[in-house]
């Protein structure tokens, strides 16, 4: 049974996910680095569950529940987004430096 | 496998929905001058689902749901109380101050409810699936809340900052998460327990527990993961804040503190020196950063990332001794009801005092006692609260704090409790400068604010609850000490 490759798969795209988010100033690019991070998690956990063989096939309702609420999460940026740009006529995380600490 | 739903003890999950619905109906049918019938119902819906929760409590049954992922024991109900009364306080901070900037009021209740639906679901969860759903619910609709202003550019900047480190963290739990179910095989906590208590240490199972750590250090603003918590403080609405800072918080605690115990008690090695950490440097930064504070609202999110820091040290200190957690999980349980009700009211006096002051800089509130005495004695309960000084309730909290790190006894929980004392010092410079500013500064200018109206009724109530509350838990800790009794229920129970 594969598992290593899918294993190394997701820690791949997960740690593409981390750079995007820190190296991207565009705010939609840092949702699909978000996007990537959460899709490495579903390999994760499909590639576990099909190792394991849970009677219950825990891991794939898991990525079914991730799948869910990273649509929901990524609603909820897209609308903060929009509400920035229509403020800034800008989506750049760098013009958002109001307060510092 | 058993489905059998026992709808009593969901009762006050069922009753959030349904008043969240209502809201929704509500918002849809009412002309726009009538929309505060949303806040009324929201008003309702949270108080009323504290009734079954009475019921609950009085018959004192263990109840699990779910195979075991979902139960309903003394310590869910304890803090589903404390969720439940805290969204109350919210609520009725939010009244006046919602309606009188025209905010979008259905939606405003809406998402809020939706989130203390979540931290309900939180507080019962007993699986990783659960508990995922349970932060994410409380999470997201904050996500929206904080950029509630939607001209305001700040507010934008505060929901964003809030919104990428939230979903990084979220991130990097479910990988943490993912990675422990492909060890164990497991997702509920029990299973987890047994299954990692017979593992040998691996660097895999390290990794999965620190990714763990990493992610509800974001969700409590711990330092070195804080630094979304000043910014989003600072431009979200008031009453948002205070929910941010108390609710959301205390669900961030909750998730990792149910994790850490009863999920992984078997490798503590690897997250005891960890939880140390983010303890000493929590309290230190923290307190450090608002020394140099001159917004009172930044001032009280450093703060909080201070008092999450002492929150933590409890369960810190007996896990790295390697003592008796139950007595540590109580005494965080007993900082954390109690910090939330004098944070709160630390808040709903920031908004009845910027109704005279208009500004939130703490030298524009400098003479505040001689226009607005009653606001001003409140600033001096709920500050001195916060920093611990008797009768007020948050000496009963330290003191707890302190008694556990003594019970545990060991030298880096010495260590610990030196750090933990330095800053309580240190916390009380910040606190007594504003009480100072507000008591003994003469005022530099005219107050632009309205004083001779007394603040709206809604916001008296929930002001009068929490110093309520902090007077009387601090003459009579006896009264906090049922929590205790209750969160040591969760160690039988499991």
Known sequence: MLLNQFLVLGAALFAFGVYGLLVRRNVVLILLSVELMLNAVNINLIAFESYLVSAQAVGQVFAIFVITVAAAEVGIGLAIVLMIFRNRKSANVDDLSLMRW | ?494
């Open chain 2, 1 to 494: 496998m058993s489905w059998e739903v026992d709808y009593l003890a969901i009762a006050p999950e069922l009753i959030i929905i349904g008043s969240l619905f209502l809201v929704l109906g509500l918002d849809l049918t009412l002309p726009r001058l009538k929309k505060y019938w949303t806040a009324t119902a929201a008003v309702a819906g949270s108080a009323l689902a504290l009734i079954p929760l009475a019921f609950l409590a009085v018959e004192g049954e263990t109840i699990s749901m779910f195979d075991g992922s979902y139960v309903v024991d003394e310590f869910a109900l304890v803090l589903k109380g404390l969720f439940l009364v805290t969204a109350y306080i919210v609520f009725l901070m939010s009244v006046n101050y919602i309606e009188s900037e025209r905010y979008y009021q259905g939606e405003y209740y809406l998402l809020l409810l939706a989130s203390v639906l979540g931290s309900l679901v939180l507080a019962s969860a007993r699986d990783l699936i659960v508990l995922f759903i349970g932060i994410e619910l409380v999470t997201g609709p904050l996500y929206l809340l904080a950029g509630w202003r939607k001209g305001d550019v700040k507010s934008n900047e505060a929901s964003l900052k809030y919104f990428i480190l939230g979903v990084l963290s979220t991130a990097i739990l479910l990988y943490g998460m993912s990675v422990l179910y492909g060890l164990t095989g497991e997702i509920t906590f029990s299973g987890l327990a047994e299954a990692t208590a017979a593992m040998p240490n691996s660097p895999a199972l390290t990794m999965a527990v620190l990714f763990l750590i990493v992610g509800f250090g974001f969700k409590i603003s711990a330092v070195p993961f804080h630094f979304w918590a000043p910014d989003t403080y600072e431009g979200a609405p008031t009453p948002i804040t205070a929910y941010l800072s108390v609710n959301s918080k205390a669900a961030g605690f909750v998730a990792m503190l149910l994790v850490m115990y009863l999920a992984l008690p078997g490798v503590s090695d690897v997250w005891a020196p960890a939880l140390w950490a983010l303890a000493a440097l929590s309290m230190t930064i923290g307190n450090l950063s608002a020394l140099r504070q001159t917004n009172i609202v930044r001032l009280l999110a450093y703060s909080s990332i201070a008092q999450a820091g002492f929150m933590l040290v409890p369960f810190a200190a007996a896990a790295v001794a390697g003592a008796d957690l139950e007595e540590a999980f109580s005494a965080t349980v007993i900082y954390l009801v109690i910090y939330a009700v004098m944070n709160l009211g630390a808040f709903g006096v920031v908004i009845a005092g910027a109704r005279t002051t208009k500004s939130g800089e703490i030298s524009d509130w400098a003479g505040l006692s001689n226009v607005d005495s009653r606001a001003a004695v409140l600033v001096a309960v709920f500050f001195f609260s916060l920093a611990g000084i008797p009768p007020l309730a948050g000496w009963f909290a330290k003191f707890v704090m302190f008694r556990s790190v003594m019970i545990a006894g060991g030298a880096a929980t010495v260590v610990l409790a030196v750090v933990a004392a330095v800053n309580a010092v240190i916390a009380l410079y910040y606190y007594a400068k504003v009480v100072k500013s507000v008591w003994l500064d003469d005022a530099t200018r005219e107050f632009p604010g309205e004083f001779d109206e007394p603040p709206a009724g809604s916001l008296r109530l929930a002001l009068a609850i929490s110093v309520g509350l902090t007077v009387v838990v601090g003459f009579f800790p006896a009264l906090a000490t049922f929590v205790a009794d209750a969160s040591r229920v969760i160690a039988a129970g499991g």
